[in-house]
């Protein structure tokens, strides 16, 4: 069993280089790389794609896991064997049933879409992006196809992202969030609108890139095994355990882009730095779903990054390291303006309230344009009438209507944000028992320290890696299920003051 | 015939595009990867390399390499898929003949002894280097020794880096330039030396960079298909010939760093930059030979850059560009500075006229080290012995010594040096010819133009990638064999007024 381990090991790891190399050139694409680059990177990734995808599907693979499986099932749940075969197999199987060829097909026009989505987007243009987006429609269901016995065709595709969750599940849970946000939402935006007019005087850049960094790493961003990058979309990357790399983007008019950008990017950094380092080069070094990784970017983003504990220590920094800027602003000023609660027509943009009401919007639009209620042609009108029932808005066009995110234009249609949510619930499922455990916690915050709470998620979370299902991390590191409590209650704890909803407390309970 | 063709070509893409892959991961090691990204990074590499080498050694290569042969032999000699034929099967047979083992490990030894050298020299330990040497040295003989039927040793590690040429052919040709070279430098240090001090005054880094960056593009380096960036050592580095990317270093208390390091490499870049796009992703999208491309770093460094009708048009610029620093400085005095030459220790910085002597050293040393007339534990004896008899210079350690280069402590030894001297030989042969083919390339360079010289050195050289010899290529573009005159004919035009060595006129011819 050991030397098949070691096999199994050495085989994965080849697919785990493959995919950090072409990382690095995905990076690079989106960090430096010339116009004239282009072609052959996308050819290069493709290529580099091809040899993973081979390696992870060889029959000798599925061997090994054959002859390991009953072995790994006498070992304890949580040892790092048992739950290396149990992921592997997992993938092994996943990437098993999808046809090399649907998977370059796939990767080939999500190049082409997104590359027209580019130029589409800025022309408002939804009618050039219509049969581009048929045919990911038809793509996604065939992908969807290839995992027979589902109960919804979005099923498999949410599995890939936040794997043993289902449709029904996901419905069930933005139903009861939904009928808790909605009045939350309704009363905040009766009260008079947060003034936060002081967060678009002028920042220069090389102040703003710097501020941010300096705060990631007092939260525990370490850069001897990252960096931080600039591109038009922030994102966070892994070349390896050892090397987690942030961007980040600047508007000098408008701190919050690249303040809270770098906070949520540094986030799921410091999920993917917080692995155990013997888990390197295995398909367990990663982040175990799309909602924990984005619960991680939410907390540090959200909970520490927008709360007054936080900047009680942080506001004399952002003076200093603005010279001039914001001394006619209080603390509390600044507080309120980074907390505005409004409706609005862009996801990326909405505050902590809103922006579950435009997931779910996305999320329902995916699983009827899957499940053939909805048809392509349909979408933008859709779009516009769920935003006007939804958030009681109309957008003037495309362009910040159904054109706005990426995600249709550059993959699949399916699994593609309910992450965003679960993230949300997540961050304050975890953060709560933080707390719960290390008492000191918002006091550590207001003095600038985060080591408790990051220690407390590190040995509670990050260091798993991609061992444990959702589910039973959560249940491991919160001793109970999957709850929207804690984040409706960290909601209004925050928002019924900085609105004076006390009137309204009944909101806080369903 | 085309099918087969068709399918070496989709062969060798795989090979080019995993070699290109490897060249990004490489780039970023060396400007921005984190210290923490070290370890993955170096098996990240040796993967890439290992796939790329069993795919261009793989048997169904050779068949249809032994298939097409006869056919390609029919072809017209420079005809694209002869020439493919023809140079993939001197790739393939040098491939094949080194075991996959001894690549492995000489890249895993190469590793470790960089990584020595980087601390070893700072602190002067030849000592810690010495059987690390001694294992690459038996490492570069095995390497040889999978080339039987060699004259010298040397041979097959100089046809690696240029191919057609001899050990005996280069100890003939140096030996010659040597005798003419050792007077002139003679003749020019007996005269007083040339004051240089203007180029040590503070120069800040972001003008220096965006300086030598804009320079580069007037010459023609076209930055919609490179870019520059910072590194420790300069370097140019290709993705595709869509991307083909520089880096340079600055010292803000010596200008001619950035300035002639960044001209050096936008040569070897304008190289690449000009292969004709349809030689792409084949192996004769690439420089012919170390000394063809390093002729043209030099060309466009030295005999245009530190040319007197260069800095007629780029002075006024520079004046600009570091605005009052040398206001008091005259064109004439610094065209003398940049130009001045001195006896000294270390190749990197030398001038001109001395920079062959110290390339001519290595060589011979890399020559006594392989075919066992010198040890390796005497070798910074013979160092020094070497530098005395042929500058007249004593260094005061190892550090400005034998371990001043990094060729030999990161790879093989022998083959290593002769591309700079021939770089120089050619840089002027091919700029001759350019000259007289294009009688108003001098006049239109000190206009600030460049479009001629380019062009002719694209039509020539560069558009043929590696479809040449060097041999060929000399032949072809001057219409005659490698020679030194004009090489001896453009110092002495050059240096005989800076010096006023009128009166030694019998060093110009030998």
Same mark, same amino acid.
């Given at each position: 069993?050991?030397?098949?381990?070691?096999?199994?090991?050495?085989?994965?790891?080849?697919?785990?280089?493959?995919?950090?190399?072409?990382?690095?050139?995905?990076?690079?694409?989106? !960090?430096?790389?010339?116009?004239?680059?282009?072609?052959?990177?996308?050819?290069?990734?493709?290529?580099?794609?091809?040899?993973?995808?081979?390696?992870?599907?060889?029959? %000798? #693979?599925?061997?090994?896991?054959?002859?390991?499986?009953?072995?790994?099932?006498?070992?304890?749940?949580?040892?790092?064997?048992?739950?290396?075969?149990?992921? %592997?197999?997992?993938?092994?199987?996943?990437?098993?049933? #999808?046809?090399?060829?649907?998977?370059?097909?796939?990767?080939?026009?999500? %190049?082409?879409?997104?590359?027209?989505?580019?130029?589409?987007?800025?022309?408002?243009?939804?009618?050039?992006?219509?049969?581009?987006?048929?045919?990911?429609?038809?793509?996604?269901?065939?992908?969807?196809?290839?995992?027979?016995?589902?109960?919804?065709?979005?099923?498999?595709?949410?599995?890939?992202?936040?794997?043993?969750?289902?449709?029904?599940?996901?419905?069930?849970?933005? @139903?009861?969030?939904?009928?808790?946000?909605?009045?939350? #939402?309704?009363?905040?935006?009766?009260?008079?609108?947060?003034?936060?007019?002081? =967060?678009?005087?002028?920042?220069?850049?090389?102040?703003?890139?710097?501020?941010?960094?300096?705060?990631?790493?007092?939260?525990?961003?370490? =850069?001897?095994?990252?960096?931080?990058?600039?591109?038009?979309?922030?994102? $966070?990357?892994?070349?390896?355990?050892?090397?987690?790399?942030?961007?980040?983007?600047?508007?000098?008019?408008?701190?919050?882009?690249?303040?809270?950008?770098?906070?949520?990017?540094?986030?799921?950094? $410091?999920?993917?730095?917080?692995?155990? $380092?013997?888990?390197?080069?295995?398909?367990?070094?990663?982040?175990?779903?799309?909602?924990?990784?984005?619960?991680?970017?939410?907390?540090?983003?959200?909970?520490?990054?927008?709360?007054?504990?936080?900047?009680?220590?942080?506001?004399?920094?952002?003076?200093?390291?603005?010279?001039? !800027?914001?001394?006619?602003?209080?603390?509390?000023?600044?507080?309120?303006?980074?907390?505005?609660?409004?409706?609005?027509?862009?996801?990326?943009?909405?505050?902590? #309230?809103?922006?579950?009401?435009?997931?779910?919007?996305?999320?329902?639009?995916?699983?009827?344009?899957?499940?053939?209620?909805?048809?392509?042609?349909?979408?933008?009108?859709?779009?516009?009438?769920?935003?006007?029932?939804?958030?009681?808005?109309?957008?003037?066009?495309?362009?910040?209507?159904?054109?706005?995110?990426?995600?249709?234009?550059?993959?699949?249609?399916?699994?593609?944000?309910?992450?965003?949510?679960?993230?949300?619930?997540?961050? @304050?499922?975890?953060?709560?028992?933080?707390?719960?455990?290390?008492?000191?916690?918002?006091?550590?915050?207001?003095?600038?320290?985060?080591?408790?709470?990051?220690?407390?998620?590190?040995?509670?979370?990050?260091?798993?890696?991609?061992?444990?299902?959702?589910?039973?991390?959560?249940?491991? %590191?919160?001793?109970?299920?999957?709850?929207?409590?804690?984040?409706?209650?960290?909601?209004?704890?925050?928002?019924?003051?900085?609105?004076?909803?006390?009137?309204?407390?009944?909101?806080?309970?369903?």
């Amino acid at each position: 069993m050991t030397e098949r381990l070691q096999e199994l090991r050495t085989r994965l790891h080849e697919v785990y280089d493959l995919q950090m190399a072409g990382a690095v050139l995905r990076w690079d694409q989106a !960090t430096y790389m010339p116009p004239g680059g282009a072609a052959a990177r996308g050819r290069q990734l493709a290529l580099l794609g091809t040899l993973a995808h081979a390696r992870l599907t060889d029959p %000798a #693979v599925g061997r090994l896991l054959d002859a390991l499986t009953p072995w790994a099932e006498t070992q304890p749940y949580e040892s790092d064997d048992a739950s290396l075969v149990r992921v %592997a197999r997992r993938e092994f199987e996943q990437s098993n049933r #999808v046809p090399a060829a649907l998977v370059a097909e796939m990767n080939e026009h999500a %190049a082409t879409s997104y590359q027209a989505w580019t130029e589409a987007r800025p022309a408002n243009d939804f009618a050039r992006m219509r049969p581009l987006l048929e045919r990911t429609l038809d793509q996604s269901r065939r992908l969807a196809d290839c995992f027979p016995g589902y109960a919804c065709v979005a099923d498999p595709l949410i599995d890939f992202a936040d794997y043993g969750m289902k449709t029904a599940d996901i419905r069930t849970l933005f @139903a009861s969030l939904r009928e808790r946000l909605v009045p939350l #939402v309704q009363a905040i935006t009766e009260r008079p609108p947060a003034d936060d007019r002081c =967060l678009y005087r002028h920042a220069p850049q090389a102040a703003q890139l710097a501020f941010g960094l300096e705060l990631s790493q007092s939260l525990g961003y370490d =850069l001897e095994r990252g960096r931080q990058d600039m591109t038009h979309h922030p994102f $966070m990357t892994k070349f390896s355990l050892g090397d987690v790399r942030i961007t980040t983007r600047v508007n000098e008019s408008d701190l919050t882009d690249c303040l809270f950008g770098t906070l949520h990017e540094a986030g799921h950094a $410091m999920y993917e730095q917080g692995i155990r $380092m013997d888990l390197e080069g295995t398909p367990l070094a990663g982040g175990t779903s799309s909602g924990v990784h984005e619960s991680q970017s939410r907390l540090w983003e959200n909970l520490v990054g927008r709360s007054m504990p936080f900047w009680r220590h942080a506001y004399p920094r952002l003076l200093k390291a603005f010279p001039g !800027t914001f001394d006619d602003v209080s603390v509390d000023s600044f507080y309120r303006a980074i907390n505005k609660v409004a409706r609005s027509l862009v996801r990326t943009e909405a505050d902590e #309230v809103t922006y579950n009401l435009h997931v779910m919007i996305r999320f329902d639009l995916e699983v009827d344009l899957l499940e053939g209620r909805l048809a392509v042609k349909d979408l933008p009108e859709a779009w516009h009438a769920r935003y006007q029932s939804d958030l009681g808005l109309q957008a003037p066009d495309d362009r910040n209507g159904v054109l706005q995110d990426v995600h249709w234009y550059a993959g699949s249609i399916g699994g593609q944000f309910q992450g965003y949510t679960l993230g949300n619930i997540l961050s @304050a499922l975890f953060y709560t028992a933080a707390v719960k455990a290390r008492t000191g916690i918002p006091d550590e915050i207001a003095a600038g320290h985060f080591a408790s709470l990051h220690g407390w998620l590190r040995d509670n979370v990050y260091q798993h890696g991609t061992k444990f299902t959702t589910a039973e991390l959560v249940e491991r %590191a919160t001793g109970g299920p999957l709850s929207i409590e804690p984040y409706l209650a960290y909601l209004w704890n925050k928002y019924a003051p900085l609105y004076d909803l006390e009137g309204a407390a009944s909101l806080s309970r369903a």
